[in-house]
């Protein structure tokens, strides 16, 4: 019997980015006694590598801009698959959550005359991203911890103690959201009841229980071999979520930002903000051809400019002119460089040139473009103010995450556990616009952060964690130290399933190639289910990264499958064998369900995939679209109602 401390919280929140602190700063506000656990350092999480800017229709730039402007560029950027709700609350909600920031202590650049500033964006009709130099996710993560620090001094004063109603777990993983079952017994009534947690210093298990769990976890990137993410994105939430009996909507589609760094070897796929682009940076290839021009899809083509001088002056005169293609969604100017690149047109290195240094003066470019400024210059010895970088596609975001109610951020069919930020699925539909995540992250992290509180008040007896229950958690946690001979190495698990998802179901893929992936995934679950770690528990990278395992197999058998079901384009998800975006496709979402109960073998599939339709866009929702441009996106019988 595992002997684990216990404590007692009304939320805990997992995972300490934009989407978790908001969540917790909610929870807390709303008189719940509140933990929040991250996997890193507290400040580390991916929110604070954020460069470019956080997306808000405030209108300051361009008193053009509106909610409604906004709403409409986030459906066109996700090819009108989002869940449409969330994009309305998101659009609505985005400026008072920004605002809410400044009056937290947040310092963005202001226009002239003092404003907030707003920068171009790809996918944005108007100047919209507020920001912060390019480090405007290290402003966002300084803001919210500033507030809840204060918030803890509060309890200070009140209770004597900083952590009585809010307490930060830093360094700890969760393995497990446990549930017990109410009354009823059956199945469909568990509900949620703690997690089950180490301290990674230590390897210590304990257990938080609280009637009401937020996943803010972010993404997944970690299991493709070129990433712009970190080490924690191994996609925990996803996993734990569904572990916990709740789907995930559409893992197909997974974002390539078109600008990672592509030399040299040690920092490949480290991102290259999309500010570049939005402040005048272009895109050539070899032959210094500005590229972009030849790639603008027909459901584009009104918006963007048909030559560079048109696409130059608008940085100007917005208003008189089109914008430049290099500002395409991501998902079109990623293919576009993959397809120059295929063509033999690419740079040195493997990807093609961004060259903002004969587009600024040097001092400009290190104003509004320091932290790319200072990483070509220490880790590529290339200055950007006078020669242009290399850069290729990278993987970055997964729009696909946990099923959610727009309203509350509640998962399906798991009472008590909600999802916000990366984790969640449903807002940007097949392709993110880029500065929609850090709202996204404010505008939901809120939401379930309140709704979590207010399940947590509603519960009337606290769910008890079983013992049991414990037990297993701890079993399957302890199991690599366990492993017989012929242990496998979890590092080298780890490379090939980065290599398998990157070569088969990376940017483009073909029918083909994803089979061949889902037959090695089920190959490597076996070697996986014997992966074993040496020495102890104390900071164990190697068993940390064999739990981290477990996760990534499970969320990129997701991918993969609902990558083989989907026969079309569209978004972050490219097939060359359906290279088209089919019409029939767009009221299909594609859930992804753990197979029950799970099987033992672990050759065998973990994962079922169900179709389901897609909630009726709301028909004033619908009017904000010229009809013409809704016939090139709504399926025939959606046209028809
Ligand atoms: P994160 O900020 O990643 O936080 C996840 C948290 O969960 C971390 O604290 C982690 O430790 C914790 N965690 C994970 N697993 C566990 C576990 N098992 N147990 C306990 N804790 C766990 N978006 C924009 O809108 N604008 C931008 O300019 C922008 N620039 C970006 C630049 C880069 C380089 C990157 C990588 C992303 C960028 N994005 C941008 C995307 C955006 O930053 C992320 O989508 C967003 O920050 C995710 O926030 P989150 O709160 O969901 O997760």
């Known amino acids: ?33 509140t933990a929040v656990i991250c996997k890193s350092l507290f400040g580390k999480a991916h929110t604070v590598m954020a460069e470019g800017g956080i997306a808000a229709s405030m209108g300051n730039v361009n008193e053009g801009d509106n909610w409604q402007v906004h709403f409409r560029d986030t459906m066109r950027g996700g090819k009108f698959l989002n869940q449409w709700r969330m994009a309305e609350l998101h659009a609505k909600e985005a400026p008072d959550r920004v605002w809410e920031l400044e009056t937290w202590g947040a310092l963005f650049d202001r226009t002239p005359d003092g404003r907030i500033s707003q920068r171009n964006f790809g996918g944005h009709e108007y100047p919209r991203l507020a920001h912060v130099g390019d480090r405007t996710g290290l402003e966002l993560i300084r803001t919210l911890q500033q507030k809840i620090v204060q918030l803890q001094q509060e309890d200070f004063k009140e209770y004597g103690d900083y952590e009585a109603r809010l307490k930060v777990f830093q360094e700890c993983t969760v393995t497990r959201v446990l549930k017990t079952e109410s009354h009823g017994g059956s199945a469909a009534e568990q509900r949620v009841s703690g ?58 589609f997974v974002q390539f930002h078109p600008t990672g760094m592509v030399w040299p070897p040690s920092v490949k796929g480290i991102l ?45 005169d917005p208003d008189h002119n089109r914008r430049p293609p290099e500002l ?8 576009a460089i993959n397809s120059e690149v295929k063509a033999g047109r690419g740079s040195p290195h493997g990807g093609v040139f961004l060259d903002v240094s004969t587009r600024m003066p040097a001092e400009r470019i290190k104003r509004r473009l320091p ?34 109610d727009s309203e509350s951020a509640a998962t399906v069919g798991v009472p008590g556990l909600f999802a916000a930020g990366e984790v969640a699925g449903g807002m940007h539909g097949s392709n993110r616009l880029g500065g929609n995540s850090l709202s996204d992250l404010l505008v939901f992290g809120r939401r379930a952060g309140l709704h979590a509180a207010e399940h947590a008040a509603a519960t009337g007896e606290r769910p008890a ?32 399933l980065q290599t398998i998802m990157n070569d088969l179901v990376g940017i483009i893929r073909r029918e083909g190639e994803m ?59 490219t097939r060359e064998d359906c290279p088209s975006m089919e019409r029939s496709w767009r009221p299909v979402n594609l859930l992804c369900r753990p197979v029950d109960p799970p099987p033992a073998d672990p050759a065998a599939d973990r994962i079922a995939l169900v179709r389901t339709r897609t909630d009726p866009i709301r028909p004033d929702l619908l009017a904000l679209f010229e009809k013409e441009e809704l016939v090139k996106y709504l399926a025939e019988e959606e046209l028809f109602e």
């Not at 700063?25 to 709303?30: P, Q």
């Not at 925990?236 to 197909?252: C, T």
């Not at 395409?328 to 293919?335: I, K, N, S």
Request: proline share 3%.
């Open 1 to 33: 019997m595992a002997q684990v401390e216990r404590q007692q919280w009304d939320v805990v929140v997992v995972g300490a980015g934009g989407a978790g602190l908001r969540a917790a700063i909610e929870a807390r506000e709303r008189g719940a006694r």
């Open 195 to 252: 997690t089950f947690c180490y301290e990674r210093e230590s390897g210590r298990f304990f257990v938080l229980e609280a009637p009401a769990v937020v996943l803010a976890t972010g993404g997944i990137g970690k299991s493709f071999k070129t990433t712009s993410n970190s080490w924690e994105y191994t996609g925990d939430g996803h996993a734990l979520a569904l572990l916990a009996g709740a789907p995930l909507l559409n893992m197909e």
């Open 272 to 316: 290259v903000t999309e500010s570049v682009r939005g402040d005048g940076g272009v895109l050539r290839n070899s032959e210094g051809k500005r590229f972009m021009f030849d790639y603008v899809p027909d459901v584009f083509k009104e918006k963007y400019a048909e030559s560079e001088a048109e696409g130059d002056r608008w940085y100007e």
């Open 328 to 335: 395409l969604p991501r998902d079109e100017v990623a293919r």
């Open 371 to 404: 932290s790319m400024y200072h990483q070509f210059k220490e880790l590529a010895d290339v200055d950007i103010t006078a020669e242009p970088m290399e850069v290729g596609p990278t993987c970055h975001y997964v729009m696909g995450g946990i099923a959610v």
């Open 465 to 496: 964690v079983s013992q049991a229950e414990v037990d297993a958690a701890a079993t399957e946690a302890l199991a690599p130290f366990h492993a017989v001979e012929g242990a496998e190495n979890p590092y080298t698990l780890h490379q090939e």
């Open 515 to 573: 089979a061949e992936a889902l037959e090695k995934l089920a190959a490597l679950r076996v070697r996986a289910s014997r992966a074993g770690v040496e020495g102890h528990r104390q900071f164990n990278p190697g068993w940390h990264l064999a739990l981290d395992l477990r996760n990534m197999l499970l969320v990129s058998e997701c991918v993969a499958r609902a990558a083989l079901e989907r026969t079309e384009s569209r978004g972050g998800h």
